[in-house]
């Protein structure tokens, strides 16, 4: 089963930055899809941005311009590098991988950023 590890998070003042990895363990395989989700207190989780093993990116509206996403497939590590945060993108983020038509979750670090 694949166990996803993140780390990164912590609390900002808006306009600020952080970086969020991930990286999975007990797998040998490199794995197709990687990315983020956020879940704000009170709302429903919500994608951040997602990388494909060939780079291909997706982000969502909000972040789209202010989240970049890069990956290193041989380690199965992902990154998301977050600027100028504003502090509607204070959540709890989710690192979120999908194998062999299986989604597994990281346990979520806090995001937290003042005006």
């Known amino acids: 089963q694949v166990q996803l590890v993140e780390s990164g998070g912590g609390s900002v003042q808006a306009e600020e930055s952080l970086r969020l990895s991930c990286e999975a363990s007990?797998?040998?395989?490199?794995?197709?899809?990687m990315g983020w989700y956020r879940r704000a207190s009170g709302k429903q989780r919500v994608l951040v941005s997602v990388i494909l093993i060939n780079g291909i990116t997706r982000y969502g509206d909000s972040v789209n311009g202010r989240f970049t996403i890069s990956r290193h497939n041989t380690k199965n590590l992902v990154h998301l590098q977050m600027s100028n945060l504003k502090p509607e993108d204070t959540a709890v983020y989710y690192c979120?991988?999908?194998?062999?038509?299986?989604?597994?979750w990281g346990q979520g670090t806090q995001v937290t950023v003042s005006s």
């Open positions: 979120k991988a999908r194998y062999l038509n299986e989604d597994f």
């Open positions: 007990r797998i040998r395989s490199s794995i197709p899809t």
